[in-house]
């Protein structure tokens, strides 16, 4: 583990013992999504800002890039190598079992070198795309019950969360909600769907997505209309975040039909805007999304069409913050538009993005994923344009709210995780006073 340094003060961040607070964080990070390492880098801004003496490492999906951008240690989350591949061989079902098996002794051995485990953020106690209950809901829940077992405080901050269906994923989701020591929720739906799958929420909290805490370009921010004027639509170039995306769970049974219908959208989409002379450049959140850029790109053969390989949610705001308009689907990628103040048309897959776009005053401009319309599509996307000017000063100001609100998500987990830290400050803070008064 290596102490997380930077500003902040003194910090008074350790226990009693006078030794720092070994802090873990724990996920499917360093694994190729983007929203996943942003989710990490707002924690690791938070602990260094607020908790710089704090001995910090990860259990994760990809230590080894976890180290090498974020410069804290990192363990591999599952002892088997192969733990998200289908195994279909009698060998690497054996391994499969025998690391579930590993990953209980693995797990309560991390934990228990911690005095706190965070888990950043991260849409984990849901199940809105295809989710096998003994991959990750299994991990954690050998997580929360080992920090329960072995007194570890495990915090789930500003997570997201839907209602399952499938009853060992829904059984393993609720048990390891109901085991953690800290809950808090990105959004209102979250903390309903977790009451309704039989979790008290009554103490939980709800703020919005830690990414919110990131930096973003400075948004261009229109003047105000002269009155009974009409602005002109925007001509500029358009970005379009797309997702290898084939329905949830519950859509198994027609997976490639919704990969199709969404795909043949998106490409439809695209050719209109190339018709216009438009400039598209084609936007990724994890790995698996090259192979919907290169559809579209074989489809549309234009130079108008471009993509990115954006690898960090700032790459994403750099992108949006010079476009006219974003169209998107992956959730991170929505709120990197709207983070930079650029108006964007959602494709939405789940109800976190739908509540994420009502928050941010966009609420009329969301579309399904899952049965995408092309000609729809067209007509919200002209009248999102139509009202760009009016929602860049719109998203200004829910920009300051949101970044306000996940600073208090930060304070109140340092009254929660840091109580000893917090006693320091204010009897530090009490000699200070009482210095300046003698003088």
């Not at 964007?344 to 966009?362: F, H, I, N, P, Q």
């Amino acid at each position: 583990m290596t102490a997380v340094r930077g500003g902040g003060g003194d910090g008074g961040r350790v226990r009693a013992s006078g030794t720092p607070v070994r802090v873990g964080l724990f996920g499917l990070l360093g694994s190729g999504n983007l929203g996943n390492d942003g989710s990490l880098e707002a924690v690791l801004g938070y602990l260094r800002a607020e908790h710089p003496e704090a001995v910090v490492d990860a259990l994760c999906g990809g230590p080894e890039a976890v180290t090498t951008r974020f410069g804290i240690p990192a363990t591999r989350l599952h002892w088997n190598r192969s733990e998200y591949r289908t195994a279909s061989r009698a060998g690497s079902i054996a391994a499969k079992g025998l690391g579930k098996l590993v990953d209980v002794v693995r797990t309560a051995a991390w934990v228990r070198r911690h005095d706190v485990v965070i888990v950043p953020g991260m849409g984990v106690l849901e199940a809105t795309l295809p989710l096998r209950p003994w991959g990750f809901p299994y991990a954690l829940f050998l997580l929360c019950a080992s920090g329960r077992l072995l007194g570890t405080r495990i915090a789930l901050v500003s997570v997201g969360a839907a209602e399952i269906g499938n009853r060992p994923t829904r059984a393993l989701v609720r048990w390891s909600a109901r085991l953690a020591a800290y809950r808090s929720y990105r959004d209102g739906p979250s903390r309903d769907a977790m009451r309704a799958m039989g979790v008290d929420t009554s103490r939980d909290e709800v703020y919005p997505d830690l990414a919110f805490s990131l930096p973003a370009p400075t948004a261009s921010v229109p003047p105000p209309e002269p009155p009974g004027s009409t602005p002109p639509p925007p001509q500029g170039p358009v970005c379009l975040g797309v997702m290898d995306f084939h329905g949830g769970n519950d859509d198994r049974a027609r997976a490639d039909e919704i990969h199709r219908r969404y795909l043949d959208g998106t490409i439809r989409f695209v050719r209109t805007m190339v018709e216009e002379g438009r400039p598209v450049r084609l936007l990724t959140g994890d790995r698996c999304d090259a192979s919907v850029v290169a559809a579209i790109l074989d489809a549309v053969e234009s130079p108008l069409v471009t993509a990115a390989e954006p690898a960090s949610l700032a790459d994403l705001m750099k992108e949006m913050a010079v476009a006219d308009t974003v169209v998107a689907v992956r959730y991170h990628n929505l709120i990197c538009a709207l983070k930079t103040g650029t108006p964007v048309l959602a494709l939405c897959y789940a109800t976190k993005s739908e509540a994420l776009m009502a928050d941010m005053g966009l609420g009329a401009y969301c579309h399904p994923a899952r049965e995408v319309d092309a000609d729809r599509l067209l007509e919200q996307f002209r009248a999102l344009e139509q009202r760009s000017a009016e929602l860049r000063r719109t998203l200004v100001e829910r920009n300051v709210t949101a970044a306000r609100r996940v600073q208090h998500q930060f304070d109140a987990l340092t009254a929660a995780l840091f109580p000893a830290a917090d006693r320091g400050r204010a009897h530090t803070d009490a000699q200070t006073h009482d210095l300046r008064e003698a003088q």
